[in-house]
């Protein structure tokens, strides 16, 4: 029964992350069926362009397809505003807390930031409390996970979901989570370290602050 609750709760923020709208609008979606039959419409990591994430370059660029029109959307979109780009997994408790400072950010200057949620592999499948995130087998599994995330943070960001070959995370060094800050240009001026740790948002809130000078709001 606990199952089925976190399943229909992963339905509604699923739903509402496919929702979301940013520079771009993912739309469409069906309720998550804990038998696969009717799974949402994903919007998921297509392809990412370039090598791997280097601080003070270019930020390789993410795809993603809308499931239900088929449109592919790219992270170069957000270019012209300072991006947030966060990547981790419901599991990681570290950035499961990081995600609260992001938000809030976010929530308070969306008219001068940019902020994207890459769902990646879950950092300790064993503690997941339902069986898309102990033993996910498809992408809307993974889906489903990034649902209950959004929710339980009450997170305001977009977000997408990486491939199961994880190749976004792959590329960003996201193992399992990482926060990085793209400037107006798409350039990565922050990186968190590699390992993650409760204060990784601490960094990114600050670069993001140093860019926005007079019209950033604490």
Same mark, same amino acid.
């Given at each position: ?10 339905? +509604? ?11 771009? *609008?993912?739309? #469409?979606? *069906? ?18 362009? #370039? /090598?791997?994430? @280097? =601080? ?14 088929? /449109? %592919? $959307? $790219? ?5 012209? /505003? ?8 419901? *599991?990681? #408790?570290?950035?499961? @807390? ?12 969306? !008219? ?11 950092? $300790? ?12 087998? *498809?992408?809307? !599994? ?5 649902? !209950?995330?959004? /929710?339980?943070? $009450? ?6 979901? !990486? @491939? =199961? ?13 990482? %926060?990085?800050? +793209? ?31 007079? @019209?950033?709001?604490?």
């Amino acid at each position: 029964m606990f199952h089925v609750r976190r399943s229909q709760a992963g339905a +509604l923020a699923v739903s509402a992350i496919v929702c979301s709208t940013l520079a771009f *609008t993912l739309i #469409g979606t *069906t309720y998550w069926k804990r038998n696969h039959a009717a799974a949402p419409a994903t919007p998921e990591i297509s392809s990412v362009e #370039g /090598k791997a994430a @280097t =601080l003070r370059k270019l930020a390789p660029d993410i795809s993603w397809r809308e499931q239900a029109s088929g /449109k %592919i $959307h $790219h992270l170069s979109e957000l270019r012209g /505003k300072p991006v947030i780009l966060c990547l981790g997994s419901y *599991t990681c #408790g570290p950035f499961r @807390t990081s995600l609260n400072l992001v938000n809030q950010v976010y929530r308070k200057n969306r !008219d001068q930031i940019a902020c994207l949620l890459v769902y990646t592999k879950e950092a $300790h499948p064993e503690l997941g409390p339902a069986a898309y995130m102990s033993n996910p087998q *498809t992408c809307e !599994d993974r889906a489903a996970a990034a649902g !209950d995330l959004s /929710k339980d943070a $009450h997170l305001t960001m977009p977000v997408v979901v !990486d @491939t =199961l070959d994880n190749r976004a995370t792959t590329t960003f060094a996201a193992r399992p989570s990482r %926060i990085y800050v +793209l400037d107006r240009k798409g350039n990565i001026v922050f990186a968190s370290g590699a390992y993650p740790a409760s204060d990784m948002a601490v960094g990114a809130v600050a670069a993001v602050k140093r860019m926005t000078a007079s @019209t950033y709001i604490p």
